[in-house]
C-alpha cells in the first residue's frame, strides 16, 4: 500500500469523465489499497479515482459508523431529502461552501471482485455519495456555491450560529419564567 498525491483544482484530470472498470485484478485492488491509505492520511469523508489521476469509476468513502467503503462503477439508484451544509474536498484544500444535497442515497454498485452490491448512506453520507460520484463525471462541489470560505472562517460562522442560537434559547427561558409568574399571579 502506497499513500497517492491527491490532484488539486485546476488540473484538468479532475473535469474529465472516468471509464468503467472492467477488470477487477490486482491493479484495481492495489488502485483501492492506496486509495484507502490516501483517504485515512488525509483525513477525508471520501476519495473518488480522478483525486489520485486515475481515471477509473472507483471511490472510496466513509460510512456512518466511519468504515471504509469501495464503489467501483457506482451508479445512484434513488434520492430523497435536502439539507443544505458546508462541504470541502480534498482536491480544494482549505475551501468550503454551503452546498445543497440529499439526506438519503443509495448506490448500486461492484466490489473489488466484481459482485454487485446496494448501500445506501443517510447525512455526511449520502452528501459523501453525491460529492464522490460526481468527481466520476469530472465535477466538483465548487458548482454549486457561489461563495468559498475558509476553513477559519468556517469554524467563525458555526461559533456564531451556535452563540446566538443559545441566545435565543436564553431569550425564550426568560420568556417562559416571565409568563409562568405572571400566571402564578393571576391565580393567587
Ligand atoms: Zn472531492
Known sequence: ???????????????????PVTEFNDKLHILLDDMRQTLTKNDGYGLAAPQVGILRRVVV????????????????????????????????????GLVERPTEASVRAQDRNGEYFEFTGHGTTARCICHELEHLDGHLFVEH????????????????????????????RAREQLHSKKKGKRRK
Open 1 to 19: 500500500m502506497a499513500e497517492r498525491t491527491i490532484v488539486t483544482r485546476g488540473n484538468p484530470i479532475l473535469n474529465k469523465v472516468c471509464r
Open 145 to 172: 456555491t457561489d461563495r468559498l470560505i475558509t476553513g477559519e472562517e468556517m469554524d467563525r460562522e458555526r461559533q456564531e450560529k451556535e452563540e446566538a442560537e443559545a441566545q435565543a434559547r436564553k431569550q425564550q
Open 61 to 96: 468513502l466513509l460510512d456512518e459508523e466511519e468504515q471504509m467503503v469501495e464503489l467501483v462503477n457506482p451508479e445512484i439508484t434513488a434520492t430523497s431529502g435536502s439539507d443544505v451544509d458546508y462541504e470541502g474536498c480534498l482536491s480544494v484544500p482549505n475551501m468550503y
